[in-house]
């Protein structure tokens, strides 16, 4: 079982919300961890956007828009990447991380695909 | 500005090595642990090594462990991945990233490597 879960798509009209889930293996316990997420668009680097704990210790990226959000679920033991008024410009690969046993360690990846 | 040139990418034969090189600029690179991560074409994102500030401190992912040994000089403003025994599965493109705490908070371009005969 992966460390870190994602959906491998998900798609929303402009406007709508999005509400991307990273789901931690069982067993470690999302609590205490630290889940950052990034933007890649095709041909480039991925984008640093935003870290979050929780509500007291959390960080947004240099320039990113504050409807980019993070949040998490505890009883689903997911960090959540929420993305408000999706715009045409937001279709991208998005990818969560932790460092986790000495390591970085990233989730497959979804793919967000503005209708 | 935070800059991350990547170089040293190309052609190899399988069981062949290659050094990759990043040249950063725009920030003290002394201060920052730094890591490479690679993307197999079509693929997601893989860690593959990180060495801490002051080179005390190594890691490196298990696809890549023993053939693999990341530097760096201060001094120069670089960063550098060798890597050995290359194959198929080290086709990628090869991302270097700073790392701010247990965030990679800036990417670099990256640098393709192809391992094929």
């Known amino acids: 079982q992966a460390v870190l879960t994602q959906p491998s798509s998900l798609s929303g009209s402009p406007g709508a919300s999005a509400s991307l889930t990273c789901t931690l293996r069982s067993g470690i316990k999302v609590a205490t961890y630290r889940i950052s997420w990034y933007q890649q668009k095709p041909g480039s680097p991925p984008q640093y956007l935003l870290t979050?704990?929780?509500?007291?210790?959390?960080?947004?990226g240099s320039g990113v828009p504050s409807r980019f959000s993070g949040s998490k679920d505890a009883s689903a033991n997911a960090g959540i990447l929420l993305i408000s008024g999706l715009q045409s410009e937001d279709e991208a690969d998005y990818y969560c991380?932790?460092?986790?046993?000495?390591?970085?360690?990233f989730g497959s990846g979804t793919k967000v695909t503005v209708l | 500005q935070v800059q991350l040139v990547e170089s040293g990418g190309g052609l190899v034969k399988p069981g062949g090595s290659l050094r990759l090189s990043c040249a950063a600029s725009g920030f003290s690179l002394s201060d920052y642990h730094m890591s490479w991560i690679r993307q197999a074409p079509g693929k997601g994102l893989e860690w593959v090594s990180y060495i801490s500030s002051s080179s005390i401190y190594t890691r490196y992912g298990d696809s890549v462990k023993g053939r693999s040994t990341i530097s760096r000089d201060n001094a120069k403003n670089s960063l550098s991945l060798q890597m050995n025994s290359l194959t198929a599965e080290d086709t990628a493109v090869y991302f270097c990233?700073?790392?701010?705490?247990?965030?990679?908070?800036?990417w670099g371009q990256g640098t393709l490597v192809t391992v094929s005969s």
């Open positions: 979050y704990k929780s509500d007291s210790d959390k960080q947004q």
């Open positions: 990233a700073r790392c701010n705490g247990d965030v990679i908070d800036s």
């Open positions: 991380m932790i460092w986790h046993g000495s390591a970085y360690v």
